[in-house]
């Protein structure tokens, strides 16, 4: 910010600033769910993108059909609670329940049918002409059938368990994104019904051998066979004695949103397994049936699982294109992005331990293009340095098989304290991380859940030496999890330093959330829900005061808080430029007259999930130089007001000049991967014009990293 000198000098633009009208009409603003169903289209615009290599494009296709069934289990679930609770107040754009719902249902049936369409028209047949094919059962040789019937009696056949319907077997409970069948018999006393769980050890795709499969000689062919192809041709084995009639395929989606009172430790671990137990048996938000089932069938089965109408989804086989993922796996590499070796930078390789390393310069990595293995590193060698007194760390999602865990067990003995903050509410991460919360107290690891009421997203590692006679501490800050699967496919940035005052305003985070800290100030960091929205919007304001000569930048995965918004409408009016990189769901909408002319939104969905959030002030250092935050936190009243969240300064001018320039500014003005947001909501997927250069912000090898690279990492190290 500018000194307070400045600040006077500028009281009557400030003035004028705060008496403009609150901007909160319902037309200046974008519905949040509909704005994440946009950025699932873009996600599945990558599976119709010629550019992208094929498996790629299968692979987009899974991902925007599991980000569908999540956005039911969460989002529409949320809502849904809300209307059955009475609860009819508006979103900020002036929707109801009941107006979200309508929309919803009409977009995601929509998107579903492009689904499909490009499986059946697009992708399937591309496939086939790369020697991968998927066949009807009913179209194989009488080998192939004989083949598949023979492994259905092996494989299959074991595994199935029908379930009777009548008046002495109950309506069975159905899992939450199952495949189901509904299977109906006849017999000398009259139709019967009943349901058969597909499970999910099972693949999805049954390949018929290589022996048999037909093709070229360059690669190797596969030729597939749906799994409840291979079920339904060989139902009579299941019910010996009746005539099977007619086979459906279902699938439901259950209510995920779990809700968790405030609990002590142990009472919370408690909490979270019982919500978990209560996921299974979540009311049902979504029934998916074929449109071969008649509606005699489908009204019966609503009936059952207590389903209106408008919640049941009429769609082409197969169901699930979550499954799609197993294509993934086929060794074709041709067909697949090129691989690539991230760097290591050649102050960590010449430096003999990280901390040297970290004494002599602020250091950033931005992954994928820089290794995570750093940052493993960071934590195996504070576990292993005996001059070590102290390790604090936040998890977050951690995944199942984590290096920093393994460091953290192996550093636990009497002169050294170790102590991690593991959030057990982390959505779909929550069994999980109990399993390494307990693994890690079994060890002797101080472990603790957080603040009371709050989720603890912030990404933090706390390292303290002595040195001399002195302790120095050594800190990682980060905008991404401590996930080394992710950091591969995942961009964001990791800043290592030993700032005394960055490091003292983490050990004040830390006493937040493992002590009874009130800590109110912190001399460098925004901290949620503390002071990062006043800040923010300070700095915002800021920039306004500066008229045309103000600027804006900032990249997030989403926003959607009314009152950085507004700050945001305020600067444009002002005449400031405010450039907007945002991944998913945007509450603002730009390019309204005499609102958000000089706003421009951008959302790049491409080869890695974008994930840093980063955030330029062009006057807000306390000189009144430009300055850049990054962190955990997207602008959002969930972020800002319910999460533990850190955004850090980024000092070194070189750094912030790479943050700036290698990163903000490429993203801006990439013509390939980016598409526009219009002022309606919708988005506009950019080319370059005429005579222009190609500009793809995901082209290897990426932008040069922030410092000189030495050498490659080991790939088991990457």
């Given at each position: 910010?500018?000194?307070?000198?400045?600040?006077?000098?500028?009281?009557?633009?400030?003035?004028?600033?705060?008496?403009?009208?609150?901007?909160?009409?319902?037309?200046?603003?974008?519905?949040?769910?509909?704005?994440?169903?946009?950025?699932?289209?873009?996600?599945?615009?990558?599976?119709?993108?010629?550019?992208?290599?094929?498996?790629?494009?299968?692979?987009?296709?899974?991902?925007?059909?599991?980000?569908?069934?999540?956005?039911?289990?969460?989002?529409?679930?949320?809502?849904?609670?809300?209307?059955?609770?009475?609860?009819?107040?508006?979103?900020?754009?002036?929707?109801?329940?009941?107006?979200?719902?309508?929309?919803?249902?009409?977009?995601?049936?929509?998107?579903?049918?492009?689904?499909?369409?490009?499986?059946?028209?697009?992708?399937?047949?591309?496939?086939?002409?790369?020697?991968?094919?998927?066949?009807?059962?009913?179209?194989?040789?009488?080998?192939?059938?004989?083949?598949?019937?023979?492994?259905?009696?092996?494989?299959?056949?074991?595994v199935l368990t029908p379930q009777a319907v009548d008046a002495g077997h109950p309506f069975p409970h159905i899992s939450s994104l199952s495949l189901n069948m509904?299977?109906?018999?006849?017999?000398?006393?009259?139709?019967?019904?009943?349901?058969?769980?597909?499970?999910?050890?099972?693949?999805?795709?049954?390949?018929?051998?290589?022996?048999?499969?037909?093709?070229?000689?360059?690669?190797?062919?596969?030729?597939?066979?749906?799994?409840?192809?291979?079920?339904?041709?060989?139902?009579?084995?299941?019910?010996?004695?009746?005539?099977?009639?007619?086979?459906?395929?279902?699938?439901?989606?259950?209510?995920?949103?779990?809700?968790?009172?405030?609990?002590?430790?142990?009472?919370?671990?408690?909490?979270?397994?019982?919500?978990?137990?209560?996921?299974?048996?979540?009311?049902?938000?979504?029934?998916?049936?074929?449109?071969?089932?008649?509606?005699?069938?489908?009204?019966?089965?609503?009936?059952?699982?207590?389903?209106?109408?408008?919640?049941?989804?009429?769609?082409?086989?197969?169901?699930?294109?979550?499954?799609?993922?197993?294509?993934?796996?086929?060794?074709?590499?041709?067909?697949?992005?090129?691989?690539?070796?991230?760097?290591?930078?050649?102050?960590?390789?010449?430096?003999?331990?990280?901390?040297?390393?970290?004494?002599?310069?602020?250091?950033?990595?931005?992954?994928?293009?820089?290794?995570?293995?750093?940052?493993?590193?960071?934590?195996?060698?504070?576990?292993?340095?005996?001059?070590?007194?102290?390790?604090?760390?936040?998890?977050?999602?951690?995944?199942?098989?984590?290096?920093?865990?393994?460091?953290?067990?192996?550093?636990?003995?009497?002169?050294?304290?170790?102590?991690?903050?593991?959030?057990?509410?982390?959505?779909?991460?929550?069994?999980?991380?109990?399993?390494?919360?307990?693994?890690?107290?079994?060890?002797?690891?101080?472990?603790?859940?957080?603040?009371?009421?709050?989720?603890?997203?912030?990404?933090?590692?706390?390292?303290?030496?002595?040195?001399?006679?002195?302790?120095?501490?050594?800190?990682?800050?980060?905008?991404?999890?401590?996930?080394?699967?992710?950091?591969?496919?995942?961009?964001?940035?990791?800043?290592?330093?030993?700032?005394?005052?960055?490091?003292?305003?983490?050990?004040?985070?830390?006493?937040?959330?493992?002590?009874?800290?009130?800590?109110?100030?912190?001399?460098?960091?925004?901290?949620?829900?503390?002071?990062?929205?006043?800040?923010?919007?300070?700095?915002?304001?800021?920039?306004?005061?500066?008229?045309?000569?103000?600027?804006?930048?900032?990249?997030?995965?989403?926003?959607?808080?009314?009152?950085?918004?507004?700050?945001?409408?305020?600067?444009?009016?002002?005449?400031?430029?405010?450039?907007?990189?945002?991944?998913?769901?945007?509450?603002?909408?730009?390019?309204?007259?005499?609102?958000?002319?000089?706003?421009?939104?951008?959302?790049?969905?491409?080869?890695?999930?974008?994930?840093?959030?980063?955030?330029?002030?062009?006057?807000?250092?306390?000189?009144?130089?430009?300055?850049?935050?990054?962190?955990?936190?997207?602008?959002?009243?969930?972020?800002?007001?319910?999460?533990?969240?850190?955004?850090?300064?980024?000092?070194?001018?070189?750094?912030?000049?790479?943050?700036?320039?290698?990163?903000?500014?490429?993203?801006?003005?990439?013509?390939?991967?980016?598409?526009?947001?219009?002022?309606?909501?919708?988005?506009?997927?950019?080319?370059?014009?005429?005579?222009?250069?190609?500009?793809?912000?995901?082209?290897?090898?990426?932008?040069?990293?922030?410092?000189?690279?030495?050498?490659?990492?080991?790939?088991?190290?990457?």
């Amino acid at each position: 910010m500018p000194s307070s000198k400045a600040t006077k000098s500028k009281k009557a633009q400030a003035k004028e600033l705060d008496s403009q009208p609150l901007l909160t009409g319902p037309a200046l603003y974008r519905n949040r769910e509909l704005s994440w169903l946009e950025f699932n289209r873009r996600v599945q615009d990558e599976a119709l993108d010629e550019r992208n290599p094929l498996l790629e494009r299968v692979k987009f296709l899974s991902i925007s059909s599991t980000n569908l069934d999540e956005f039911f289990a969460v989002r529409v679930a949320g809502i849904k609670e809300q209307q059955l609770s009475g609860i009819g107040s508006l979103t900020a754009d002036g929707l109801t329940p009941a107006d979200q719902l309508s929309a919803i249902r009409a977009s995601a049936v929509e998107m579903s049918v492009r689904q499909r369409r490009c499986w059946h028209e697009d992708l399937q047949p591309l496939l086939r002409r790369q020697g991968i094919a998927f066949e009807p059962f009913d179209t194989l040789s009488a080998s192939e059938q004989a083949f598949l019937s023979d492994y259905f009696k092996r494989q299959i056949y074991p595994v199935l368990t029908p379930q009777a319907v009548d008046a002495g077997h109950p309506f069975p409970h159905i899992s939450s994104l199952s495949l189901n069948m509904l299977i109906v018999v006849e017999d000398a006393r009259g139709q019967h019904v009943a349901r058969m769980k597909i499970p999910p050890v099972l693949p999805r795709f049954i390949e018929i051998p290589p022996s048999t499969a037909h093709g070229g000689d360059d690669h190797r062919q596969y030729r597939f066979v749906l799994l409840e192809e291979v079920i339904e041709a060989n139902l009579g084995s299941l019910f010996p004695g009746k005539r099977v009639t007619s086979a459906y395929m279902f699938r439901i989606t259950r209510d995920a949103d779990l809700e968790f009172r405030d609990a002590a430790n142990e009472s919370l671990i408690k909490t979270v397994e019982d919500e978990l137990e209560r996921r299974h048996f979540g009311f049902v938000v979504r029934l998916t049936v074929e449109p071969a089932m008649p509606d005699g069938w489908r009204i019966w089965l609503a009936e059952r699982l207590d389903v209106p109408a408008n919640d049941v989804y009429i769609l082409d086989r197969p169901l699930g294109f979550a499954d799609l993922m197993q294509l993934y796996a086929l060794d074709r590499p041709e067909l697949k992005d090129v691989p690539f070796t991230p760097r290591v930078p050649r102050v960590i390789v010449e430096s003999p331990t990280i901390f040297d390393a970290i004494s002599r310069q602020d250091l950033m990595l931005y992954h994928p293009y820089d290794s995570f293995a750093p940052v493993i590193d960071l934590i195996r060698q504070a576990s292993a340095d005996e001059n070590v007194v102290a390790i604090k760390q936040t998890l977050y999602r951690i995944g199942s098989h984590s290096p920093i865990i393994e460091a953290l067990l192996e550093a636990r003995d009497d002169e050294k304290q170790v102590a991690v903050l593991v959030e057990l509410k982390a959505r779909f991460d929550e069994e999980s991380n109990i399993n390494w919360a307990r693994a890690l107290e079994k060890a002797g690891v101080h472990v603790a859940y957080g603040v009371t009421g709050l989720k603890t997203h912030c990404k933090v590692i706390l390292v303290v030496r002595r040195e001399g006679d002195k302790l120095r501490r050594y800190v990682h800050l980060g905008t991404g999890n401590y996930n080394p699967s992710t950091a591969r496919i995942y961009t964001d940035l990791s800043m290592m330093t030993d700032d005394e005052d960055i490091a003292s305003d983490v050990s004040d985070v830390f006493n937040l959330l493992t002590g009874y800290s009130s800590q109110t100030e912190y001399r460098k960091l925004l901290v949620a829900p503390v002071n990062m929205r006043s800040r923010t919007i300070e700095l915002i304001e800021n920039e306004a005061r500066h008229g045309s000569n103000g600027c804006v930048t900032m990249k997030m995965n989403s926003l959607s808080d009314p009152r950085i918004i507004q700050a945001l409408y305020r600067a444009s009016q002002a005449g400031a430029k405010v450039d907007l990189i945002v991944r998913g769901i945007c509450c603002l909408r730009p390019g309204m007259p005499g609102i958000s002319d000089n706003i421009r939104v951008i959302s790049i969905v491409g080869r890695f999930l974008e994930h840093p959030r980063i955030y330029y002030f062009a006057h807000g250092s306390p000189k009144g130089d430009e300055c850049v935050y990054a962190g955990s936190a997207d602008l959002m009243p969930r972020n800002l007001d319910y999460r533990v969240e850190i955004l850090f300064p980024v000092e070194d001018p070189g750094l912030l000049k790479y943050v700036k320039t290698e990163i903000l500014d490429a993203q801006l003005r990439d013509n390939t991967r980016a598409s526009e947001m219009q002022a309606n909501g919708s988005y506009v997927r950019l080319a370059p014009e005429k005579g222009e250069p190609v500009r793809d912000s995901h082209s290897l090898p990426g932008p040069r990293g922030p410092h000189v690279t030495l050498r490659a990492v080991p790939p088991i190290l990457a």
